[in-house]
């Protein structure tokens, strides 16, 4: 069964930093790998969409990577803003064809 | 243009009523799911549909009946409502099974008092 984690659980960071959120799977056999952002009583927003052939996606300040093999992920926020403030949730899909989900980083960017 | 909607965006009800949740989709998908996000803001899957053909079940009490009446519909349907079904209630979409972005609808929050 898959199971994925994000580390740290929170984080809280000065405006200007640049910051890494990381995911790991136990799966590799994987789809892909989708990373969201869900801001306080909202829904979901897709940020990026890795492929489990590719090895990164970029958009914007947001880069993430994969290492299948390894089975893990990073997500790159470039320059952070406080407006980045949310929480961040890594999600793979195996060949259930649900997406499984890490608990999330609850981001905190501080003016 | 809202490209998953789901209605109502809040529930309040009693226990052992029934409710109805609607979820459609404008993006043309043909695969679409439940997602359930309790509590402690966990995110688990209860339903898939392909083209209106159910294709994933979890471990879901049989009081929770998916419906898809057409590829852009999928409403979720609860009986017997319970203290424990409190949450909120995410409907997605995307093209196909396998490699392709999942869309999801802003969320019901479910609350049985």
């Known amino acids: 069964k898959q199971e994925v984690t994000q580390i740290p659980a929170a984080l809280s960071v000065p405006e200007g930093e640049n910051l890494v959120l990381n995911c790991s799977f136990t799966?590799?056999?994987?789809?892909?790998l989708q990373w969201f952002r869900q801001d306080p009583g909202k829904g979901l927003t897709s940020l990026l969409l890795?492929?489990?052939?590719?090895r990164e996606q970029t958009s914007g300040r947001l880069n993430a990577s994969l290492d299948k093999s390894s089975g893990r992920s990073t997500l790159y926020i470039a320059a952070s803003q406080p407006g980045d403030s949310a929480t961040y949730l890594c999600a793979v899909k195996n060949s259930g064809y649900a997406l499984n989900f890490g608990k999330g980083t609850s981001l905190l960017v501080t003016p | 243009d809202t490209a998953v909607s789901q209605t109502p965006k809040y529930l309040v009800t009693q226990m052992g009523n029934d409710k109805s949740i609607k979820c459609e989709q404008n993006l043309g998908h043909d695969t679409m799911y439940w997602y359930k996000q309790d509590s402690k803001k966990f995110l688990k899957i209860m339903f898939s549909y392909n083209n209106k053909e159910l294709i994933i079940n979890e471990t879901v009490p049989n009081r929770f009946s998916p419906k898809s009446p057409d590829k852009a519909h999928l409403n979720l349907h609860i009986n017997s409502l319970e203290l424990g079904d409190s949450a909120v209630y995410f409907c997605?979409?995307?093209?196909?099974?396998?490699?392709?972005?999942?869309?999801f609808g802003p969320g019901t929050r479910l609350t049985v008092l």
């Open positions: 799966d590799s056999a994987i789809y892909n």
């Open positions: 997605a979409s995307s093209r196909g099974l396998e490699g392709n972005e999942q869309f």
């Open positions: 890795i492929q489990s052939s590719q």
